[in-house]
């Protein structure tokens, strides 16, 4: 059913549920896992002028190239990661490269915000499913877990 699922990853230990989720899944239906950091630079664009902008960039690449790494050092020997750091908007890069041409699901983790907080961080999650080229499934990742639907632990115990 799946030929390459791409796992957005943002290199965090609760991001590491979606990563693995999408390695079960990979695994389960013989695909490729693609795993992505996007450096969002954007961020950084109000410090002074005299902070070392490439020294900024680097650091940022390292993260990502560290936060790809740590996926490929989750998945076992006979399930193929390919990894790549990109630059940009994260929303924007994931949705780009969120083409059927390209991968046939997204797996992605959510922080499950609701309210007021999420009108004021947004919700790159949010933003990918609504515009994504291919279905986005969403894990939660941070909190407790208890919440969750039965048929959803049941669904998570058959993947794993």
Same mark, same amino acid.
Not at 29 to 36: S, W
Not at 50 to 67: C, F, N, Q, S
Not at 153 to 159: D, I, R, S
């Given at each position: 059913?799946?030929?390459?699922?791409?796992?957005?990853?943002?290199?965090?230990?609760?991001?590491?549920?979606?990563?693995?989720?999408?390695?079960?899944?990979?695994?389960?239906?013989?695909?490729?896992?693609?795993?992505?950091?996007?450096?969002?630079?954007?961020?950084?664009?109000?410090?002074?002028?005299?902070?070392?902008?490439?020294?900024?960039?680097?650091?940022?690449?390292?993260?990502?190239?560290?936060?790809?790494?740590?996926?490929?050092?989750?998945?076992?020997?006979?399930?193929?990661?390919?990894?790549?750091? +990109?630059?940009?908007?994260?929303?924007?890069?994931?949705?780009?490269?969120?083409?059927?041409?390209?991968?046939? +699901?997204?797996?992605?983790?959510?922080?499950?915000?609701?309210?007021?907080?999420?009108? +004021?961080?947004?919700?790159?999650?949010?933003?990918?499913?609504?515009?994504?080229?291919?279905?986005?499934?969403?894990?939660?990742?941070?909190?407790?877990?208890?919440?969750?639907?039965?048929?959803?632990?049941?669904?998570?115990?058959?993947?794993?």
């Amino acid at each position: 059913m799946y030929e390459c699922i791409l796992v957005p990853t943002d290199g965090s230990v609760e991001g590491e549920r979606a990563v693995e989720y999408a390695i079960d899944l990979a695994r389960l239906h013989d695909a490729t896992v693609r795993a992505i950091y996007v450096v969002n630079a954007a961020n950084y664009g109000g410090l002074p002028m005299e902070t070392a902008w490439d020294g900024i960039t680097d650091a940022l690449r390292e993260e990502g190239e560290a936060a790809v790494e740590r996926v490929v050092e989750l998945a076992p020997d006979d399930v193929i990661v390919e990894t790549q750091v +990109l630059e940009g908007s994260p929303s924007r890069v994931i949705v780009a490269e969120a083409q059927p041409e390209k991968c046939d +699901l997204v797996v992605m983790g959510t922080h499950g915000r609701g309210g007021i907080d999420r009108l +004021l961080l947004g919700s790159v999650t949010e933003r990918v499913v609504r515009r994504a080229g291919v279905p986005v499934l969403t894990v939660r990742v941070d909190g407790d877990h208890d919440d969750e639907p039965e048929g959803v632990q049941n669904a998570q115990a058959t993947v794993e």
